[in-house]
C-alpha cells in the first residue's frame, strides 16, 4: 500500500518538537512550573507529542487492516516487520546511551546503567521492570513494544464487534482504574493506540464519512484543551495528564483522518519535515544523551562529571599524560572560557567578594553558577542550531530556533553575549535569509513550478 501524504512530514514536526522540548526542560529548570519567557511555555508539554506519536503508530499500522477488512495478513509476517523496524536501532542507541552514562554520571535526564538494567531494557520491559535508565526517552519505546503485540487482538475485535466495541473495551477500564494506572503506560495509552487504529478506517470508508470536516472536528475537539491547559497553567496541566491524554486522543485521531482523506499542505508534504519525519525514530531514540551531553559540557559540570574517570585513568599505568590527554586539557583551557567568563567576569566582582559576608557569598556564588549554566545551555543550544539549519533539514527551522535561543541567552559584563550565541544567531539568519532568497527565485523568477498533485483516492471502500 502506497504511503499516506503528509503522515511522515507530521513525525518529523513531532520529533523536532520532542527534541526542543528536552533543549527547554535543560536551559529552564524548574519542570513542571514554566521558569523560561511565557511566550515559549508551549514546549513544555513534551508528553502531548508522544501521545500524538502513539495515536499515528495506530492510525499508520490500521491502514493496510483496513483497507483488507480488517485482516492481519499474516501474524509472523506482521512481527517480523514490526521487529526489524524497531529492534536494531533501538539497541544501538542503548549501546550508545549506556557508554555516554558510564562515562558521564551525573548526566541529566539518565542515570548509570547496571546489569540488571541493560537486561531489562534490551528485553524492552522497562514499562513493567524497574531499573535505572540509561535514556530517559526509552519509556515510551517499550509502550510502542508492547502496543504492537496487542495490536492484532485489536483487530480481532474490530472485526467481529465493531469500532464502538473495540474502543470501550479497550478505554472503559483504563478510565475506571483512573491515574494510578499511571507508571504502566502501555495500559495509559492504549486507548490512544486504538483511537488511530480506529481512525485508519475513515480513509478506507465511503464518500459520505470521507467527506466529513475532519479538519474542523479536529479544532473543535482541540480547542476546550488547550483553553484549559492555557487557563490552568503547565503545573495543573502535568499533574492531569492522565485525562488530559485520553481527552485529546480524539481531536489527534481526527486530524490524522482530516490529513488522510485530504491533500496535505505543502509544509507537511514537502520540504524539511517529511525529510526529518524519515529518520524521526532514530532521533527520537538518540537525541537526548545528546542533548544532556551537550548541555553537561557546556555548563560546567562535564569536567567534574569526568573527574572520576580522569582520575582514575591519570592512576593507570598505561594511561600516562599522553598526546590525546593534553589536547582534552587544550581543549578546555581554551573553550571552556567561552561559557565560563560571561556569567563570572565583571568590574564589580571583587567589590561584591568583599560586601557580602560568608551566607551571601555562598548565594551570590550558587546564583552566579546558574546564571552561567543557563547562559552556556542557551548559546551552545543557538550554535548547534545554526549549523543544522545550514543542512537542507531542518534548514530554516533551526535557524529560527537558533535566532530565537541567542537573543534569549543574557548578555555579559561588556553588554554582549557569548560568542556561540553570536554564531548561533548569525547562522540562523543566514539559514533564514538563504531560504526566502530561495524561495523568491523558485516563485518569483521561476514561476511556481510546482508539479500538480492529485487528491489520494485509495482503493476499495471498507469501513
Not at 529548570?29 to 519567557?37: A, E, K, L, R, S
Not at 481527552?247 to 491533500?263: K, Q, S, W
Not at 573527574?307 to 581543549?331: D, E, F, I, V
Not at 539568519?429 to 518569483?444: E, K, N, P, Q
Request: aromatic share 10%; proline share 9%; glycine share 12%.
Amino acid at each position: 500500500m502506497a504511503p499516506v501524504p503528509g503522515l511522515t512530514g507530521i513525525r518529523g514536526l513531532l520529533a523536532l518538537y520532542v527534541v526542543t522540548h528536552h533543549c527547554w526542560l535543560l536551559a529552564f529548570p524548574g519542570y513542571p512550573h514554566n521558569t523560561g519567557p511565557a511566550w515559549l511555555g508551549w514546549l513544555l508539554h513534551g508528553r502531548l507529542a508522544v501521545v500524538a506519536f502513539i495515536v499515528l503508530s495506530g492510525f499508520s499500522l490500521g491502514l493496510a487492516p483496513a483497507r483488507n477488512g480488517w485482516r492481519l495478513g499474516g501474524l509472523r509476517r506482521y512481527l517480523g516487520r514490526r521487529a526489524r523496524r524497531i529492534l536494531p536501532a533501538y539497541w544501538a542507541a542503548l549501546a550508545v546511551s549506556a557508554v555516554i552514562a558510564v562515562l558521564v554520571p551525573s548526566l541529566p535526564l539518565s542515570e548509570p546503567p547496571t546489569p540488571r538494567s541493560l537486561l531489562v531494557y534490551g528485553l524492552m520491559l522497562q514499562d513493567l521492570v524497574a531499573a535505572p535508565a540509561p535514556n530517559g526517552a526509552f519509556w515510551s519505546i517499550a509502550v510502542e513494544a508492547g502496543l504492537y503485540l496487542v495490536f492484532p487482538l485489536l483487530l480481532v475485535l474490530r472485526r467481529k464487534a465493531g469500532a464502538v466495541v473495540t474502543l470501550a473495551v479497550v478505554t472503559v477500564p483504563v478510565t475506571v482504574l483512573g491515574p494510578p494506572t499511571a507508571g504502566r503506560y502501555t495500559v495509559e495509552l492504549a486507548p490512544l493506540f486504538t483511537l488511530g487504529l480506529l481512525a485508519a478506517g475513515v480513509v478506507h470508508a465511503g464518500d459520505r464519512i470521507r467527506g466529513l470536516p475532519w479538519y474542523g472536528l479536529s479544532v473543535l475537539a482541540a480547542a476546550p484543551i488547550l483553553a484549559l491547559i492555557a487557563i490552568r497553567g503547565p503545573a495543573w496541566a502535568v499533574s492531569h495528564y492522565f485525562w488530559l491524554d485520553l481527552a485529546a486522543g480524539p481531536a489527534i485521531a481526527m486530524f490524522l483522518a482530516a490529513v488522510a482523506t485530504r491533500r496535505p499542505g505543502r509544509l507537511l508534504n514537502h520540504g524539511p519535515l517529511p525529510f526529518l519525519g524519515g529518520f524521526s525514530y532514530s532521533l527520537y531514540l538518540i537525541h537526548m544523551p545528546i542533548v544532556a551531553l551537550t548541555h553537561t559540557m557546556t555548563t560546567g559540570s562535564g569536567p567534574a562529571a569526568f573527574g572520576s574517570w580522569w582520575r582514575w585513568h591519570s592512576r593507570s599505568a598505561c594511561c600516562r599524560p599522553t598526546c590525546w590527554q593534553r589536547s582534552a586539557k587544550s581543549l578546555s583551557w581554551y573553550v571552556v572560557p567561552l561559557w565560563e567568563r560571561p556569567g563570572q567576569k565583571g568590574p564589580d566582582t571583587d567589590r561584591s567578594r568583599r560586601r557580602c559576608g560568608p551566607a551571601g557569598c555562598a548565594n551570590s556564588v550558587a546564583g552566579m553558577n546558574d546564571a552561567t549554566e543557563r547562559t552556556g545551555t542557551l548559546a551552545w543550544s543557538s550554535l548547534v542550531a545554526g549549523v543544522l539549519g545550514l543542512l537542507p533539514a531542518p534548514g530554516p527551522l533551526a535557524g529560527l530556533i537558533a535566532i530565537a535561543f541567542g537573543l534569549l541567552t543574557p548578555t555579559g559584563s561588556s553588554g554582549r553575549r557569548p560568542g556561540p550565541a553570536r554564531a548561533g544567531i548569525l547562522l540562523g539568519a543566514a539559514s533564514v535569509l538563504f531560504f526566502a532568497v530561495a524561495c523568491l527565485i523558485y516563485f518569483g523568477v521561476l514561476g511556481y513550478p510546482f508539479p500538480r498533485l492529485e487528491r489520494y483516492r485509495p482503493e476499495g471502500a471498507l469501513w
